[in-house]
């Protein structure tokens, strides 16, 4: 347990005690651009899992891909070095519990190229569960293959 907790707050103690914020991280901060599309994202979780969902997810290096923090009622995913932010979900926070109820997704050509909306939620799914919770598991690459994965997801695929 000790090196799952090591792993994702990366020996950083103030994130284990305050999470990722907005701060936590000096890339910029841009807003969800006007393209964008707004999907549901039905997930819970419980316990530890919903703390370190809290908690977020912060980069190290360049091979770090992501920056995960919480904005009032959302927790955003941005891409660590452009800052632009892809993943906007919506959570409902209770008690020892936290709901993903759905997710804005960046659909701005000049900051995101995805467009099968399907992949993006099984991506969102990934980063979920591999950054955040710290579980192995395969990336849903398809047929796109590793260096796309790596440019994705960078690290987090090994």
């Known amino acids: 347990m000790e090196d799952v907790v090591s792993q994702i707050f990366r020996d950083k103690d103030e994130a284990i005690f305050t999470g990722a914020t907005e701060a936590s991280f000096g890339s910029k901060n841009g807003p969800m651009p006007d393209e964008r599309i707004t999907v ?13 969902i809290r908690n977020g997810y912060i980069p190290e290096e360049m091979e770090d891909k992501w920056f995960i ?47 099968d ?16 919770l710290g579980r192995a598991g395969k990336f849903p690459f398809g047929d796109r293959g ?12 090994l």
Do not use: M
Not at 97 to 115: A, L
């Open 146 to 157: 590793i260096l796309e994965a790596w440019s994705t997801v960078g690290k987090a695929i």
């Open 69 to 115: 923090h919480r904005k009032g009622a959302q927790l955003l995913f941005r891409r660590s070095w452009t800052g632009a932010l892809i993943y906007a979900a919506d959570i409902r926070e209770e008690p020892g519990r936290v709901t993903f109820e759905r997710v804005t997704i960046n659909r701005d050509p000049k900051q995101y190229s995805e467009t």
């Open 40 to 52: 549901p994202f039905e997930r819970t979780f419980q316990g530890l899992d919903a703390c370190l």
């Open 117 to 132: 909306t399907q992949r993006d939620l099984a991506t969102l799914a990934w980063l979920i569960d591999r950054l955040l």
